[in-house]
């Protein structure tokens, strides 16, 4: 029976290994999306209030260039997803990619994004967050605790 399945992604080797292990430990008939979520910065790139500070203003160019490159980088790190699957054998056409702006937060946003029919979520046990997480928590165990309508599979 065919599922919808969520796979939380971003450019890590970590989500790389969970869109990987679904290719080779599930079957080719589910519907797989490869979801990323962007941090919100690109709003600053539209900003042009005055109270910015000298500096800013100046470097805001080279900011939004990173953006950019950014969201390329995530872009054809998904890209690249869909390939791996379809070498396994599943349909391209059963394949989506979806890209959204954190409105929530990340893990939040994945949840959000998986009560729209999803049967389970995928993601890697550590994405490309790295320090930060020994503080704030990983996504992946964000998702284990918010997501109560969903199987998690966390992807070591």
């Not at 209030?49 to 805001?60: G, N």
């Not at 690249?80 to 702006?101: C, H, M, S, W, Y």
């Amino acid at each position: 029976m065919s599922q919808k399945i969520l796979i939380a992604c971003d450019e890590s080797k970590n989500a790389r290994r969970a869109v990987d292990y679904v290719a080779r430990a599930l079957t080719t008939d589910h519907r797989i999306t490869l979801m990323a979520v962007l941090q919100d910065t690109a709003s600053l790139c539209e900003m042009q209030s005055p109270e910015l500070t000298p500096y800013f203003k100046a470097q805001q160019a080279n900011f939004c260039e990173l953006e950019d490159q950014k969201k390329k980088l995530i872009q054809a790190s998904l890209e690249a997803a869909r390939q791996r699957l379809v070498d396994a054998g599943f349909d391209e056409k059963n394949i989506t990619i979806k890209i959204e702006p954190k409105k929530r937060g990340v893990a939040r946003d994945i949840v959000a994004e998986a009560a729209n029919g999803y049967d389970l979520i995928v993601i890697g046990r550590r994405g490309a967050a790295g320090i930060r997480e020994f503080f704030l928590g990983s996504v992946s165990q964000k998702v284990l605790s918010l997501a109560t309508e969903q199987s998690v599979l966390i992807v070591n």
